[in-house]
């Protein structure tokens, strides 16, 4: 075995986790030598940009809103720890969202009292629905946002109100805490727009997990990076690759090898083996564990729990350009949430998927669309605006099939039409156009149906402790699928781990 095969640590998959947790690690050991190995030909998995140079575009995947930047955020202070503030440019929108409804919209300054605010302006007969959700937010939203600090003894919780928590709020669903809160099905929805941010309409997501992404995005403050999410993957692969690491790209793993005594040794590529007595999966476990894994009889338990662990849904994307700054053609916020019906009648039309039809219509229609206008954020990045709806596999034909490219149209056309109705000003000034479906995000990442954002997080978690008691010796999981949806959930787990590493 030649020396360059031998690393302390190798990360299959070089996603956001992987790539804050090499960081972390090699600041914390400075000799550690970490081998980050992925099959795409830019670090970072969907924290990527790719570039359209004809266009004049570099699109971003994922990133629109770093959560916890703001004071006594966790974001902000492992940033600091690690010394990025200086190499990174940050832009906090004044913003949070605009929510565009048929009969008008409303701006949402960035911050909870703004958000309250606004709310309660424009909804004075819920006052006491309001006022409940933001108490949870700011008692319970906080725990949760903590999970990690308490876990290693860093934050002392008030052990009544986990109680509470667990009794009350662990097992309803967002939208079952609405509906008793909540009577008005707009306010709902809006309540609700923001389960984008990690994969889940209201009926998927669990209440108390949605309590810490609103008490995390917007009470602890959030951010942009200029540059783009490429920006923070190729800053902290250079970290890993400055400390005597390397972040070998365009080679997928194939194979996890391990000996006898039930112990990894490192991974097969194309490229040759390379060994390690720890290698961390960044990589799907369902198809980490189908494809990379050959003692398939030992991983019996372990494909068990991973049974009940839901993947977060997809998302269908219309990367576009105009031939003019959005905010001249009335596109003038940083975010804007476009609503088609109350809460009860899009979560109707999700319940009632029987044909591919009505799947293009409760996704694409009436469920909510997210516009992210990048030009406002950064600039640079070209006169760039997405469209993201969140989507299902299941609906979608297999790529390249003629099926597939008439429905990718449509998806296009039924977008681009919403946006139109509510920012008429952008009719005949887009200029490029491309769409990002379910299966494009299965490509790139190999992740569960085209999952964007690791496991659902809903009111059955049981899945997720599939990675307990792992039955091959050295085999970790860092990824969104046992950190949560989120740069912020990336960037804390990958602490936590990094902190485990002398152990
Ligand atoms: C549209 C969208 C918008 C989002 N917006 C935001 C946002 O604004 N703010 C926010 O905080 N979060 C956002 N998220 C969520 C966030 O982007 C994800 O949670 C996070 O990027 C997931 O990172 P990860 O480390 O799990 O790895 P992933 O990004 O899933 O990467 C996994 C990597 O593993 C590699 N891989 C897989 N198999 C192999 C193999 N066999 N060999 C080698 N490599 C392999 C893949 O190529 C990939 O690079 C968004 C997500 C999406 C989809």
Same mark, same amino acid.
């Given at each position: 075995m030649d020396a360059g095969s031998r690393w302390d640590a190798i990360c299959v998959g070089a996603g956001i986790t992987? *790539?804050?947790?090499?960081?972390?690690?090699?600041?914390? #050991?400075?000799?550690?030598? &970490? !081998?980050? &190995? +992925?099959? #795409?030909g830019?670090?970072?998995? %969907?924290?990527?940009?790719?570039?359209?140079?004809?266009?004049g575009a570099a699109f971003d995947c994922s990133l629109h809103k770093l959560s916890g930047m703001g004071e006594g955020g966790n974001l902000r202070r492992i940033f600091a720890n690690l010394g990025l503030d200086g190499e990174l440019g940050l832009k906090v929108p004044a913003d949070y969202f605009e929510a565009c409804l048929p009969g008008g919209s409303i701006r949402f300054g960035n911050g909870v009292d703004a958000f309250r605010q606004a709310l309660q302006d424009r909804f004075p007969h819920e006052r006491a629905g309001l006022d409940r959700f933001f108490d949870e937010v700011a008692v319970h939203g906080r725990n949760g946002y903590h999970q990690f600090q308490m876990m290693d003894g860093t934050f002392e919780p008030d052990f009544a109100?986990?109680? %509470?928590? #667990?009794?009350? !709020?662990? #097992?309803v669903t967002l939208a079952q805490a609405l509906a008793e809160r909540i009577n008005d099905p707009w306010l709902r929805e809006?309540?609700?727009?923001?389960?984008? %941010?990690?994969?889940?309409?209201?009926?998927?997501?669990? @209440?108390l997990y949605f309590l810490h992404v609103v008490y995390a995005t917007l009470t602890q403050g959030n951010a942009y990076v200029e540059g783009a999410s490429q920006?923070?993957? =190729?800053?902290?692969a250079r970290r890993i690759v400055a400390a005597g690491g390397q972040v070998l790209l365009g080679?997928?793993? $194939?194979? &996890?090898?391990? =000996?006898d005594a039930g112990k990894v040794r490192g991974v097969t590529t194309a490229k040759g083996d390379? @060994?390690? +007595? $720890?290698?961390? *999966?960044?990589?799907?476990?369902?198809?980490?564990?189908?494809?990379?894994? +050959? =003692?398939?009889p030992a991983l019996g338990p372990v494909w068990r729990k991973l049974d009940n662990l839901k993947p977060s849904r997809s998302t269908t994307t219309v990367y576009l350009t105009t031939d003019a700054a959005p905010a001249d053609l009335g596109l003038s916020s940083t975010e804007t949430m476009v609503f088609a019906c109350g809460a009860d009648a899009s979560r109707a039309a999700r319940a009632g998927c029987a044909s591919d039809e009505a799947c293009e219509r409760a996704y694409w229609r009436d469920s909510v669309m997210e516009v992210t206008n990048y030009h406002a954020l950064d600039p640079d990045g070209g006169r &760039?605006?997405?469209l993201n709806v969140l989507d299902a596999m299941a609906h979608w034909p297999e790529r390249r099939s003629p099926a597939y490219k008439l429905k990718k149209a449509r998806a296009l056309n039924v977008l681009l039409e919403r946006l139109y109705a509510a920012k008429p000003g952008l009719r005949g000034h887009v200029v490029y156009t491309e769409v990002s479906t379910p299966r494009t995000y299965e490509r790139f990442t190999n992740n569960t149906d085209g999952a964007g954002y690791g496991a659902m997080v809903g009111t059955d978690l049981s899945g997720h402790v599939f990675h307990h008691a792992f039955p091959i010796a050295g085999v970790h999981f860092l990824s969104a699928w046992v950190a949560g949806p989120s740069y912020e959930a990336a960037f804390g787990y990958a602490e936590m781990k990094a902190k485990q590493w002398a152990a």
């Open positions: 992987s *790539l804050a947790f090499g960081a972390q690690v090699v600041k914390r #050991h400075p000799g550690a030598r &970490i !081998l980050v &190995i +992925d099959k #795409h830019v670090p970072g998995g %969907y924290a990527t940009v790719f570039r359209r140079p004809k266009a109100q986990l109680r %509470y928590a #667990h009794k009350h !709020l662990k #097992h809006i309540l609700a727009a923001t389960g984008i %941010y990690v994969g889940g309409f209201a009926e998927d997501l669990g @209440y920006r923070l993957s =190729d800053v902290l080679t997928a793993v $194939r194979k &996890i090898i391990g =000996d390379f @060994y390690a +007595d $720890r290698v961390y *999966l960044n990589a799907a476990p369902h198809y980490a564990l189908r494809t990379l894994f +050959d =003692d398939q &760039i605006v997405c």
